[in-house]
């Protein structure tokens, strides 16, 4: 089970960092996912960490914008978003999956609840 955390209500070109967690374990040995969903649209990929630490965007759209981390030391996983857009709302999700990323969401082993990011104009 995952952990979302650090979702909420930004003004358009503001910033927030989300944070995934394991609960009761930890994220290293795997790779780990950020998608997003908003009503009445399929879960998409944002962005990816690999269990070595490759990184990958999924989206032209958040490319320089985003950026995904990993704090080794807490077995944690970050999607640092600078330059929010009305359009990035949704609710934003991490998963994960073993070793390698996978722009589908259907290759992901676990999820965790969502949380929702919400920025107006």
């Known amino acids: 089970q995952l952990v979302e955390s650090g979702g909420g209500w930004v003004q358009s070109g503001g910033s927030l960092r989300l944070s995934c967690a394991g609960s009761g374990f930890s994220l290293n040995d795997y790779a780990i996912g950020w998608f997003r969903q908003a009503p009445g649209n399929e879960r998409e990929g944002v962005s990816c960490?690999?269990?070595?630490?490759?990184?990958?965007d999924y989206l032209d759209s958040v490319e320089g914008r985003f950026t995904v981390s990993r704090d080794s030391a807490r077995g944690t996983v970050y999607l640092q978003m600078n330059s929010l857009k009305p359009e990035d709302t949704a609710m934003y999700y991490c998963?994960?999956?073993?070793?390698?990323?996978?722009?589908?969401?259907?290759?992901?082993?676990?999820w965790g609840q969502g949380t929702q990011v919400t920025v107006s104009s």
């Open positions: 960490i690999d269990f070595e630490d490759l990184k990958t």
């Open positions: 998963g994960w999956r073993d070793f390698h990323c996978s722009p589908y969401a259907t290759g992901y082993s676990g």
